[in-house]
């Protein structure tokens, strides 16, 4: 799945070049901006992000401030750190905020994206599991008393959630809109997870003070309450779980399950299908094309099919946000988007 | 010029062929229906074809037409298809024409290829 950085400045041009230069690893990550710190802020609460690349020096809330902001509500994101004004002092009184790492201007498009890149890559840098018991597994980080930080999806990937470990303990939890106790017994309660491991922990705050296994055992009760609950009261129960985020927890899954039933309805398996992911970073591409439309009185863009030359390609579907769906490029194009079109009409 | 561009003009449901220059320029247009806003589009193109960056080729459906792109070292080729038209085929077409679009170098120019068609 495609990342997303957002980049902080209050230089507009700055920001419209680095945007610009940076579109050339959209493969890697996809960039987000906002001006300030507040407008940061806000973007953090409204998706979701892997990394924040921030200037000191800004209007309404200062870097300093969004690495704070960051560190108490949003730990599992790195803060990189580019400023015009550095001095030693900044830079120790970043690292010592949570900062991962200080850029100092001038740079070069390159450096950034290999300090964005290299950044990225330590999300796993302590490896990759699919299809595990996240109670199992979380029992071995706490008897190998890993320090880490944890991303874990459920299977559907329609939640996700992240855990903080320090010497094998379980400081914080986070899913949807819950923290702490709350959002554990939610997480433990997924069957199956996919997870990262990353091989650090920012959280500073034990948010959870019962060990381990109480949690656990506690998930488990709320789990079989819920199930029993469920099968006594008939009724949709989506609506009532916490996503993660609003845009891609609630509103995002059922277009992107849509699309994904429809494939797999139609081609069972083969359909050379990687990944289906929401990414506004080809909404560039989506207007070009509309405007494109607009002078042959075409219309909109309902889905297309486009190779950059990559070891994938994307096939687009906007929607109220652009739906991108990874291929294989040996894919049997031409069907799939006779099924795209068979939908529109 | 358009003998280049015939074999997909002909096809079924082929409502028209544009060669832009990867600056939006264009270097030759070709419709087979009319175009109501044919003095907007060279106005148009420098801001599309910008959009563009690092396509390789793309196969578009939107709501009245299908559109392929295809770039070439100094281009884009743009097919505009109605839903009757056969995007294999078009593609097919392009696979064939693109060595000779390739071919031109950037000391000739396209321009001197291709005859500007207003």
Redesign the interface.
Request: aromatic content about 6%.
């Given at each position: 799945m495609i990342k997303r950085v957002l980049i902080v400045d209050d230089d507009m041009e700055m920001l419209v070049s680095l945007k610009d230069g940076l579109?050339?690893y959209?493969e890697t990550f996809s960039v987000v901006t906002a001006l300030d710190g507040l407008m940061a802020a806000e973007e953090l609460k409204r998706i979701n992000l892997s990394l924040v690349v921030t200037d000191l020096k800004m209007p309404n809330l200062d870097g300093f401030s969004l690495l704070a902001h960051i560190m108490e509500y949003y730990a599992e994101i790195p803060v990189l750190i580019i400023t015009g004004y550095s001095t030693p002092e900044m830079e120790r009184m970043a690292r010592e905020g949570g900062a991962v790492g200080y850029i100092a201007k001038p740079f070069t498009i390159e450096d950034l994206a290999r300090r964005i890149v290299t950044t990225l890559r330590k999300e796993a840098e302590g490896g990759t599991l699919h299809s595990v018991s996240s109670a199992i597994f979380l029992q071995l980080m706490e008897m190998e008393e890993r320090t880490c930080t944890i991303r874990l999806f459920e299977k559907t990937g329609r939640r996700r959630g992240v855990l903080f470990f320090r010497d094998g303990e379980l400081l914080d939890a986070k899913t949807g809109g819950l923290r702490g106790e709350a959002a554990a017994y939610e997480v433990f309660s997924w069957d199956e997870v996919s997870l990262n491991i990353q091989n650090s922990c920012q959280q500073k705050t034990k948010r959870i003070k019962r060990d381990l296994q109480a949690i656990l055992l506690e998930a488990m009760r709320l789990k079989d309450e819920r199930r029993q609950q469920d099968e006594t009261v008939p009724g949709p129960k989506e609506e009532e779980e916490s996503g993660l985020d609003l845009v891609e927890t609630q509103e995002g899954p059922s277009a992107i399950e849509q699309l994904m039933d429809v494939i797999n309805k139609e081609f069972k398996q083969g359909s050379g299908v990687e990944d289906i992911y929401y990414d506004d970073s080809w909404e560039?591409?989506v207007?070009?094309?509309n405007?494109?439309?607009?002078?042959?009185?075409?219309?909109?863009?309902?889905?297309?099919?486009?190779?950059?030359?990559e070891s994938k390609d994307f096939i687009l579907v906007p929607r109220e946000k652009v739906i991108v769906i990874s291929v294989n490029p040996r894919c049997p194009?031409?069907r799939i988007?006779e099924v795209?079109?068979a939908q529109?009409r | 010029m358009k003998d280049l561009f015939n074999e997909i003009l002909a096809m079924e449901d082929i409502q028209g062929v544009l060669l832009l220059s990867s600056e939006g320029e264009t270097i030759f247009k070709e419709f087979n229906v009319p175009v109501r806003k044919n003095n907007e589009l060279d106005e148009s193109f420098h801001e599309i074809v910008k959009s563009f960056n690092g396509i390789r080729e793309a196969d578009l459906l939107l709501e009245k037409v299908r559109v392929y792109i295809r770039k070439s070292n100094m281009s884009y080729l743009i097919v505009i298809m109605g839903s009757f038209a056969s995007a294999a085929m078009v593609r097919l077409s392009c696979d064939m024409i693109l060595p000779s679009l390739n071919d031109a170098k950037a000391g000739k120019g396209l321009r001197q290829i291709f005859k500007r068609s207003r």
């Amino acid at each position: 799945m495609i990342k997303r950085v957002l980049i902080v400045d209050d230089d507009m041009e700055m920001l419209v070049s680095l945007k610009d230069g940076l579109s050339r690893y959209a493969e890697t990550f996809s960039v987000v901006t906002a001006l300030d710190g507040l407008m940061a802020a806000e973007e953090l609460k409204r998706i979701n992000l892997s990394l924040v690349v921030t200037d000191l020096k800004m209007p309404n809330l200062d870097g300093f401030s969004l690495l704070a902001h960051i560190m108490e509500y949003y730990a599992e994101i790195p803060v990189l750190i580019i400023t015009g004004y550095s001095t030693p002092e900044m830079e120790r009184m970043a690292r010592e905020g949570g900062a991962v790492g200080y850029i100092a201007k001038p740079f070069t498009i390159e450096d950034l994206a290999r300090r964005i890149v290299t950044t990225l890559r330590k999300e796993a840098e302590g490896g990759t599991l699919h299809s595990v018991s996240s109670a199992i597994f979380l029992q071995l980080m706490e008897m190998e008393e890993r320090t880490c930080t944890i991303r874990l999806f459920e299977k559907t990937g329609r939640r996700r959630g992240v855990l903080f470990f320090r010497d094998g303990e379980l400081l914080d939890a986070k899913t949807g809109g819950l923290r702490g106790e709350a959002a554990a017994y939610e997480v433990f309660s997924w069957d199956e997870v996919s997870l990262n491991i990353q091989n650090s922990c920012q959280q500073k705050t034990k948010r959870i003070k019962r060990d381990l296994q109480a949690i656990l055992l506690e998930a488990m009760r709320l789990k079989d309450e819920r199930r029993q609950q469920d099968e006594t009261v008939p009724g949709p129960k989506e609506e009532e779980e916490s996503g993660l985020d609003l845009v891609e927890t609630q509103e995002g899954p059922s277009a992107i399950e849509q699309l994904m039933d429809v494939i797999n309805k139609e081609f069972k398996q083969g359909s050379g299908v990687e990944d289906i992911y929401y990414d506004d970073s080809w909404e560039g591409l989506v207007s070009g094309i509309n405007t494109l439309g607009a002078v042959f009185e075409g219309g909109e863009l309902r889905a297309g099919y486009v190779d950059r030359g990559e070891s994938k390609d994307f096939i687009l579907v906007p929607r109220e946000k652009v739906i991108v769906i990874s291929v294989n490029p040996r894919c049997p194009r031409d069907r799939i988007m006779e099924v795209l079109r068979a939908q529109e009409r | 010029m358009k003998d280049l561009f015939n074999e997909i003009l002909a096809m079924e449901d082929i409502q028209g062929v544009l060669l832009l220059s990867s600056e939006g320029e264009t270097i030759f247009k070709e419709f087979n229906v009319p175009v109501r806003k044919n003095n907007e589009l060279d106005e148009s193109f420098h801001e599309i074809v910008k959009s563009f960056n690092g396509i390789r080729e793309a196969d578009l459906l939107l709501e009245k037409v299908r559109v392929y792109i295809r770039k070439s070292n100094m281009s884009y080729l743009i097919v505009i298809m109605g839903s009757f038209a056969s995007a294999a085929m078009v593609r097919l077409s392009c696979d064939m024409i693109l060595p000779s679009l390739n071919d031109a170098k950037a000391g000739k120019g396209l321009r001197q290829i291709f005859k500007r068609s207003r």
